[in-house]
């Protein structure tokens, strides 16, 4: 085994990218940019240096904290949730998402009409506008969902660059709505109505971590994950994710565990480990190995994702006008809950948390719909 693949190398290095995000989040231009930014930035650059493995290369590590690290690090976080916090934002969270989903489906259409990829791409233009349709609705599940209904998993370069550009868009779109919500806010002055009783960043600085809340909170992520895994194969039609959701709510509603020490943080750490991969799976080489069949993949994602980010900023600023929420609700689109939360976090908008969370589940729900809509309109 190469020592560029040696897990323990690897993790050491994402580990490293995360201090480094965190220092530099700390500067004056850092403190724009954000640390979740920054740790996408740092690890695509190693990874396009083949420092550490990318996508076409990926290790079972990258797949272990995409299953098991990132939903844990959403548990944490919702161990700081109180459920009084989330009344304001809930509805309009669920509206937003709901059109930005349709956004998604018209970008995608409106891309075709646009950009004509099936002269390039033939027959497979239509299920790969289906998989994208899917993914930026509800993820990757969505993504493979049509892929396996067609056989497109099979078209081994063809799915691997569709991979690879999804993996180029999304890492983009997460720079973009990190960005936008203080651009927008000079052109077209925002509202934002956080929730008085939500509490203050202070509240969550987790100064004082101690050894024993350090002991529970390993213990209830693991026993919590596991037991959502369990409950999920009898409940198949339940995502495990809003299981363990439920779970780390209901925990959170306790005076014992909310008086633990040190979740917020480790949660936090642990999305910055996630965004790390999501930097890391941001391979331009692939892309570019493609040639033409690569310019069009990429060409036709960008465009269906910038018209979707277009129609939702048109009616969410028409209707809303909180950037920021507008940001996260877009992020659950096209990158998933995960990263949704992260920009909830980087906005300190902690009553978005459980929200965001709450639509990246329903995007799983619409998403495979949504595909097969756009395949069988096409």
Known sequence: MSFISNPIYVLGMLSFMVILSIYAGKTKLGKQLGAALLVILFTAVIANLKLIPSASNSIDLYHVIFKYVAPISIFYLLLNINLSSIKRAGLPMISLFVIGSLATTAGILLSWVILSPENILGEDAKIIAGMLTGTYTGGSVNFNAVALEYGFQKKGILYAGTIAVDNVVTAFWILATLILPMLLSRVWQGRVEKNKTEKSKDDFLDKDMDLFSLAWLIFLGLTSFYVSEILGEYFSQIPSILI???????????????????SHNLGLYLVYLFLAVIGAYC???????LKEVGLMLLL???????????IIIIIGGLFYRDWQMIAIVSQANVGGGAS???????????????PAILVGTLGNALGTYLGFFVIYVL
């Open 244 to 262: 363990l959701t439920t779970i780390g709510i209901g925990l959170a509603q306790s005076k014992f565990i909310s008086n633990l020490k040190g």
């Open 283 to 289: 391979e331009f080489n692939a892309v570019y190995k």
């Open 300 to 310: 036709f994602t960008s465009f269906a994702v910038f018209l979707h980010g277009v």
């Open 340 to 354: 949704a939360i992260a920009l909830a976090e980087t906005f300190e908008r902690k009553e978005l948390i459980l």
